[in-house]
């Protein structure tokens, strides 16, 4: 059974992502096909990247990031949540990425992204090519929440229909590709 890593971006105080978190965390936890591992990356809380050799070396110094290695080596599939800043994708996940390389490699990923207007498509767009140079490998299908605000009460995300509709599809997306990328990665 594929082990799924779902990755929380945001690190604010007064964020809204940890609630689509977990409604990602529920509807993956309910699917038999994965078991799920939750990172928060606030709760991580990796420093700014402070290894002193390039991580391509794998010759980590840090307790944090060899527990963070350990971790991402065992997923085989990940899916992202996070918001956009500035056109761009979380600051905290571009850390949690850049201290591992080889990690990451033949790897599928898919991403739900939320903001205001563009639901996030704007950092998606800026994430795909670092997700690209890791050799992490995409879905098609992703989940975009324009206003998210608006879909939060108590802190609980409650979904449209078209949110609904296309998480399931986007597991199903990272199910296939796990499916064909895992003989590469044990190959390796």
């Known amino acids: 059974m594929p082990h799924l890593m779902i990755v929380t971006g945001s690190v604010r105080a007064e ?12 509807v993956a936890g309910a699917d ?22 390039h991580p391509r070396k794998r010759a980590y110094t840090k307790q944090h ?9 065992r997923a085989d599939a990940f899916v992202f949540v996070t918001p956009e800043y500035n056109y761009s994708f979380a600051p905290a996940l571009k ?11 033949r790897k599928p990923v898919g991403i739900v992204s939320y ?7 704007r950092g998606v767009v800026a994430l795909r090519p ?3 140079a890791l050799g992490l490998v995409s879905t098609g299908a992703n989940v975009e929440i324009p206003y998210v605000a608006r879909q939060i009460a108590d ?6 229909d078209r949110q609904s509709a296309v998480l399931p599809m986007l597991l199903d997306e990272v199910s296939a590709l796990d499916g064909a990328l895992a003989p ?3 190959a390796d």
């Open 15 to 26: 964020r809204v992502g940890g609630a689509v978190a977990d409604w990602v965390v529920g």
């Open 32 to 53: 038999a096909r994965f078991t799920v591992d939750a990172v928060d990356l606030r709760e991580l809380a990796l420093p700014f990247m402070d290894e002193p050799a």
């Open 65 to 73: 990031t060899i527990a963070w290695s350990e971790r991402v080596d």
């Open 95 to 105: 850390n949690a990425l850049d201290y591992l390389m080889h990690e990451w490699a």
């Open 115 to 121: 903001g205001g207007l563009s639901g996030g498509t």
């Open 130 to 132: 670092v997700l690209q």
């Open 155 to 160: 802190g609980v995300f409650s979904p449209n």
């Open 184 to 186: 590469l990665r044990s």
